[in-house]
């Protein structure tokens, strides 16, 4: 079950307003962070987690290396624990954390639980930089230093 809340395809009708893409670029450059998603051949649907199979025409699916940057595209406060397990509280105890989507270039959004110090800092279309792990992807926001560098 939360498998399926991390997954999103990224919506056709925004592949269908951005014509033909470039090749994507497999390696990353420099220590920007990079997830492993995965992109359809034949309908150019782009995933993250990666998949062998594309959720919308069942077609192979091409491992490729998504920039872990991106933009908060909406996202939500979690007031509640989420049931246990998946969910594991952290050593202090459960407190209500941020969890969003971050739009990222390639056409996708990940959903990630947002590393703010405070839940009034959040905004729509800030800047994140999205970091995989074990469980759901964590976002922080994305500090000048790292652009810079
Ligand atoms: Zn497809």
């Known amino acids: 079950?939360?498998?399926?809340?991390?997954?999103?395809?990224?919506?056709?009708?925004?592949?269908?307003?951005?014509?033909?893409?470039?090749?994507?670029?497999?390696?990353?450059t420099g220590h920007r962070p990079v997830l492993q998603g995965a992109r359809c051949s034949g309908c150019s649907v782009t995933v993250y987690p990666a998949d062998d199979a594309c959720p919308r025409c069942g077609g192979p699916a091409d491992p490729v290396a998504l920039q872990g940057?991106?933009?908060?595209?909406?996202?939500?406060?979690q007031r509640y624990e989420p049931k246990s397990p998946p969910y594991e509280p952290p050593p202090g105890g459960f407190?209500?954390?941020?969890?969003?989507?971050?739009e990222l270039a390639d056409d996708v959004r990940v959903a990630a639980v947002l590393d703010v110090d405070d839940l009034d800092d959040v905004r729509i279309g800030m800047a994140l930089s999205v970091t995989a792990g074990p469980g759901v992807p964590r976002a922080r926001p994305t500090t000048l230093s790292e652009e810079g560098s």
């Open 1 to 28: 079950m939360a498998g399926a809340l991390i997954r999103m395809a990224t919506d056709p009708r925004s592949q269908a307003a951005a014509g033909p893409r470039a090749a994507p670029v497999l390696k990353a």
């Open 69 to 77: 940057t991106g933009t908060l595209w909406t996202w939500t406060v």
């Open 95 to 102: 407190e209500p954390f941020a969890l969003g989507y971050v």
